[in-house]
């Protein structure tokens, strides 16, 4: 079994950021360890409050990873002040590693700001070049190139802005579109794109995080790019198909939903 590293914000109600990924880890046949880089007050209506770790609390378990385990891809999530992006790429560039998802979550979806407005241009600086695939979806594009973004060749244009930032393939998600949720890849030369309809749902807590972790597996998996985010696709589509009615506000995807479906558990 391969290990896969997600380096990412704590959610309390369980429906995004680590406790997501390690969800999102053991449903796709990995094993999931985490570097926890802050902690949240959230429920599904909004985030409340964050405390971020201390960076040497982050570093540290960094070091504990890398010096014990093998590692077969890392999530980088939230990541909200610079001196943790500047500590995480420090540890990544140390140890040389390359398999790096990054989901650069910057605002949630109850609008509370995730990354500190002033850490933007570290995260682009820093984490960016090292990526091997990153995966804004439409506003955190916009925030990264400083342009509007409202169709798929405003997508493709972004796409390509990033890429010359430094990463080594971009997928720009299309959640936000108006119509349907086509994600577009680009790998420096070509273009990807992965449509899917929209679903009728409000309970999309996570989905970004929960992409992103998929994506990490497969790549840990040893499946190329192309092949683990199509996978990473169809898995985040059932997994919001079969979305879960939780709290007041905006439920969680279904991580578990094809295991519960197995074990002959009636789950939606």
């Known amino acids: 079994m391969k290990n896969v590293l997600t380096i990412a914000g704590s959610d309390s109600c369980g429906g995004a950021g680590i406790q997501a990924d390690l969800k999102t880890f053991c449903a796709n046949g990995t094993y999931g360890m985490s570097v926890i880089t802050a902690i949240t007050a959230q429920n599904t209506t909004g985030v409340f409050a964050i405390q971020d770790i201390d960076v040497d609390i982050v570093k540290a378990q960094i070091d504990a990873i890398f010096t014990d385990i093998e590692v077969g ?44 407005p002033n850490a933007k241009a570290t995260l682009i600086k820093r984490l960016i070049p090292l990526a091997l695939v990153i995966t804004p979806n439409i506003p955190e594009a916009e925030a990264i190139t400083s342009m509007s973004i409202k169709n798929i060749d ?24 108006e119509d349907d949720a086509t994600d577009i890849l680009f790998d420096g030369k070509e273009f990807t794109m992965y449509p899917m309809g929209r679903i009728d749902t409000k309970n999309t807590h996570g989905t970004g995080c929960t992409f992103s972790s998929a994506i990490a597996a497969n790549i840990a998996k040893g499946q190329n790019v192309k092949e683990a985010v199509k996978n990473a696709k169809e898995y985040i589509t059932e997994a919001i198909l079969h979305s879960i009615e939780l709290g007041k506000g905006v439920g969680p995807t279904n991580h578990f939903y094809s295991l519960y479906k197995k074990a002959g558990l009636d789950v939606q």
């Open 73 to 116: 891809a890392v999530k980088i999530g939230m990541v909200s002040v610079s001196d943790t992006i500047n500590a995480i790429a420090d540890k990544l560039t140390e140890y040389n590693f390359k398999n790096i998802i990054l989901d650069p979550v910057m605002i949630s979806k109850s609008g509370f700001n995730l990354l500190n």
């Open 154 to 177: 405003d997508m493709k244009k972004a796409a390509e802005l990033i890429y010359s930032m430094g990463a080594k393939y971009v997928l720009v998600k299309g959640g936000h579109l």
